[in-house]
């Protein structure tokens, strides 16, 4: 029954597989007659040309309880300390927790699916760059308790400067068949991933003192090295 009354008047058909039923379905409503709904019922309509009869072999219904993971608190920071490992890098870290990690088919784990940036006026998938340990299963200890990763993302290539608006935003899964996928998006950071450009170099053989001029542009703060 693809209406919203069960009324026996509106039934699924084959080009209806995977229709996801309305919030003012019965099944799904939680007020009103829909509230203890405890019953499922189906009816099948099989046709033939007349060469044979269509034979019915097996019925699979599917009834799932799960509650949706949680992911939050994600915390980011390009690293600007050029004496560190991770210099350039945008170091981040979120929690996760399932309020029924404990039951279901996937039990005690989360696993991040996709993980984006925002530049200042567009999202776009972080595809590369990212920590061994970026798309690894997270272990959970019991029901809603809460575990952190971190994961250190390399920007180079994407040759972004976000003053203080850039985001990111982390997916997790927590594998069930349902109701298994949560969203969450940090608040805003610094994000510089632009090279400098370098207009011209020269240097002046004609003095004595050979004189080196150069033109350089950047959004921040330039330093430099000669050899």
Known sequence: ETG??????????NAHNGVALGTSHPLRSTTG???????????????SGGGATPTLTSVIVQYVVNGPPSVGNILPAQITDSASANYGKVVFSFDASDSDTTTGATQNIVTPTLYEYYNGSSWGTISSGL?????SAITLTGNSATTTTTVVWDPTGTNVYANNTAKIRVT?????????SAVATSGTFTLDSKLPVVSYVRVDSSTANNPITWSVTDNTTLSYRLS
């Open 172 to 180: 997790i899964t927590d594998g069930e068949a349902a109701n298994y």
């Open 4 to 13: 919203t009354t069960c009324n026996g008047t509106n039934y699924f058909e």
């Open 131 to 135: 920590s061994a340990n970026a798309y």
């Open 33 to 47: 007659g829909g509230l203890a709904d405890r019953y499922f019922q189906y009816k099948v309509f099989l046709s």
